[in-house]
């Protein structure tokens, strides 16, 4: 199983920058970020496919998030602009098993290995 290692949370103002990196150690087919605020069920971010090429953003955030990978590095990022309040939440990034493509990336179920999470604080 790919062991996933976030890093890059921590407090920002809103309008603010933040970038998250995952390492993973493994090989890894598609990924994903992933949130989850207290109170509420884990939401899409954004996914990427194995090569990169195709990417895939939830509509809270297109536009200001961008996702990316360095399969050399193995290693996945989330560049998030333009930070708002309600982006605060325990961000996870995750693989998705092999075959899952598309749309089938924004399903947690698809998804066999995940990180331990970092917080991302927006003040406002």
């Known amino acids: 199983q790919v062991q996933l290692v976030e890093s890059g949370g921590g407090l920002v103002q809103a309008g603010g920058s933040l970038r998250l990196s995952c390492a993973a150690s493994?090989?890894?087919?598609?990924m994903g970020w992933f949130r989850q605020a207290p109170g509420k069920e884990r939401e899409f971010v954004a996914a990427?496919?194995?090569?990169?090429?195709?990417?895939y953003y939830a509509d809270s955030v297109k536009g200001r998030f961008t996702i990316s990978r360095d399969n050399a590095k193995s290693t996945m990022y989330l560049q998030m602009n333009s930070l708002k309040p309600e982006d605060t939440a325990v961000y996870y990034c995750a693989g998705a098993r092999s075959g899952i493509i598309g749309y089938g990336l924004r399903t947690p179920q698809n998804f066999g290995s995940w990180g331990q999470g970092t917080q991302v604080t927006v003040s406002s």
């Open positions: 493994g090989r890894t087919f598609g």
């Open positions: 990427i496919s194995s090569s990169g090429g195709m990417t």
